[in-house]
C-alpha cells in the first residue's frame, strides 16, 4: 500500500518517531496561504518588541552576525505528514531573547511574516533547544517556497507554527490567535496529543 501512494517503506524505529495519525515522507511538501513573497535582503530586516527591555529591528547582515546554531530533527505538519532527520541552522530565539531582554510579563509570542501572517506561542516553547529562526535547510539557504530568507522552526509543534517569511516577534502578556488559530486550528498544535484543530 505505501509503495502505491509513493511513501517509503518504514522501520520499526522510524514508526515510532511518527505521531498519531501521521505518514512518512521523504519529500518536503510544500503548503502556505498565498503567494511566495519577493524578499530583497537590502531592505529586509528583522524586529523584536512588545514586552521587552530593549527592543531591536536588525538587517540581513545584523542578524547573519549573531551566534549559529544547527538542530537535526523530525518535523510534522498538520495535513498529517512526517519528515524525519532534517537539518537546519540559524539562530536561536535564547539568542535573540538575550540582547531583547524579555520582561517578566513577557509570556506569549506572535510571530509577523511577510502577507500578514501571524502565529502564536508561549513564550516558553520558544526556548527549547531544537528551536530555530533558520535560514538554511540541508546546508544550503531556505529555497523561497519553504520560507527564505528566514522561518521560524518549532519542531515540537505542527509545522503552521514554523511560520515562513518571518519578519519579526512580538513579546505579549496575553495570548492572541494567530492567522491559522482563528480559522479553527489547535492553540497549541502539539502533534503527539493530534492537536490539529481546536474542539
Known sequence: MDRLFG????TDEQR?????????????????????PRVDLGT?????????????????????ALPRK?????????????????????????????LVRPKPSARFVIAHC????????????????DVLLADTYGGEPLEPEHGYPLRLMV???YFWKSAKWIRGLQMLDHDVPGFWERYGYHNEGDPWREERFSE
Open 7 to 10: 511513501r517509503p517503506r518504514i
Open 16 to 36: 515510532r518517531r511518527l505521531p498519531p495519525g501521521q505518514y512518512l515522507t521523504e519529500k518536503w511538501p510544500v503548503l502556505h496561504y498565498g503567494s511566495v
Open 44 to 64: 529586509w530586516d528583522f524586529k523584536v518588541w512588545g514586552e521587552v527591555e530593549q527592543p531591536i529591528d536588525l538587517s540581513w547582515e545584523q542578524f547573519r
Open 70 to 98: 544547527a538542530v537535526h530533527t523530525d518535523i510534522h505538519c498538520v495535513t498529517r505528514w512526517t519528515k524525519l532527520d532534517t537539518d537546519f541552522e540559524g539562530v536561536a530565539p535564547r539568542t535573540v531573547f538575550d
Open 114 to 129: 511577510e502577507q500578514g501572517y501571524t502565529t502564536n506561542l508561549p513564550l516558553d516553547a520558544l526556548l527549547d533547544d
Open 155 to 157: 519542531p515540537k509543534r
